[in-house]
């Protein structure tokens, strides 16, 4: 599932803190990732995913993500993830199929503060644990890389209903009169009949 072994990056910690589910949903370290130049390449199973689970059918992703320490001693993590998914297209309404990808080039920091002062060089991401799931690190970016209405960007949507509804007004004008009282065909048989 992973590359190098992920699995040296799971903490003892991690393992009693969520039991199986740290077989399932990849952990890593990024501090130990960067010090050693590594790359975890591997498959996330899409229940990892809990925020995108209200915003899409997800696939599991595929994720490449490298890591090292920059210059200033910073974690420098580069990589993203990649999946298939299905979302509701807002112009449409029909489930479609869409690419999510996410492109990512950080510095992973443990403070907000720290992060701040940096900002206006890097871009940054702010973690509050050493040891944190693979679908963390990439989740935010896949979830901005969501299409907004589904089908397509813009009018591309190719089930999108017509703007302009024929204008009923006048499409009626001419059958008004007769459909406003069917019974006056009968009426005007009756009297015939009757007058004979
Ligand atoms: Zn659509």
Not at 5 to 32: C, E, F, H
Not at 149 to 171: K, N, V
Request: net charge negative; hydrophobic share 35%; aromatic share 4%.
């Amino acid at each position: 599932m992973s590359d190098e072994s992920g699995q040296t990056a799971i903490s003892a910690g991690n393992r009693m803190a969520s039991g199986d589910q740290s077989q399932d949903v990849p952990q890593i370290d990024p501090l130990a990732y960067a010090r050693h130049g590594r790359r975890w390449i591997g498959t996330v199973p899409s229940k990892a995913f809990e925020r995108m689970a209200g915003l899409a059918t997800l696939n599991d992703v595929a994720v490449e993500l490298a890591f090292e320490i920059d210059d200033h001693g910073r974690i420098h993590m580069r990589g993203g993830g990649k999946a298939e998914a299905r979302i509701v297209c807002q112009r449409c309404l029909e489930d479609v199929a869409v690419t999510v990808e996410s492109s990512l080039d950080v510095r992973v920091m443990s403070s907000e503060q720290r992060a701040q002062e940096i900002a206006r060089d890097y871009d940054t991401m702010v973690v509050d644990a050493r040891t944190l799931s693979v679908a963390e690190l990439v989740e935010d970016d896949l979830i901005l890389s969501l299409p907004e209405l589904g089908c397509g960007a813009g009018d591309d949507c190719p089930h999108r209903l017509p703007t302009e509804f024929p204008d009923e007004q006048s499409a009626d004008d001419g059958e008004s009169a007769r459909e406003d009282n069917p019974f006056a065909v009968l009426e005007s048989l009756k009297s015939k009949l009757s007058s004979e």
